[in-house]
Nanobody
């Protein structure tokens, strides 16, 4: 059974940083590209970033460039998302997802999510 368990969310002031983690199990993590998506309250899923299976190529929509960094540790079957210079509009539930994302993507497999709240 595929399991994706996110952690690391919380309440942070504008301009702050967080590092999200996603522990994967139930599949060969190192064989798959992985992604982060997010969903703000009352809005649809939004693709944040993706990384290839070996961690050498990343992608993201233009709107996400510059502040968020995706990475992975295949030895630990763990995906990461470093969030910097956070803004109130980054408030959302962040999900780890199996697969390569794109704008409009709805992943078939994702975790339960971790809440990120940016507020003073």
């Amino acid at each position: 059974e595929v399991q994706l368990v996110e952690s690391g969310g919380g309440l942070v002031p504008p301009g702050g940083s967080l590092r999200l983690s996603c522990a994967a199990s139930g599949f060969t993590f190192s064989s798959y590209p992985m992604s982060w998506v997010r969903q703000a309250h009352g809005k649809g899923l939004e693709w944040v970033s993706s990384i290839n299976s070996v961690g050498t190529i990343t992608s993201r929509p233009d709107s996400m460039k510059g502040r968020f960094t995706i990475s992975r540790d295949n030895a630990k079957s763990t995906l990461y998302l470093q969030l910097n210079s956070l803004k109130t509009e980054d408030t959302a539930v962040y999900y780890c997802a199996k697969g390569l994302g794109y704008t409009g993507w709805v992943p078939a497999t994702r975790g339960q999510g971790t809440q990120v709240t940016v507020s003073s």
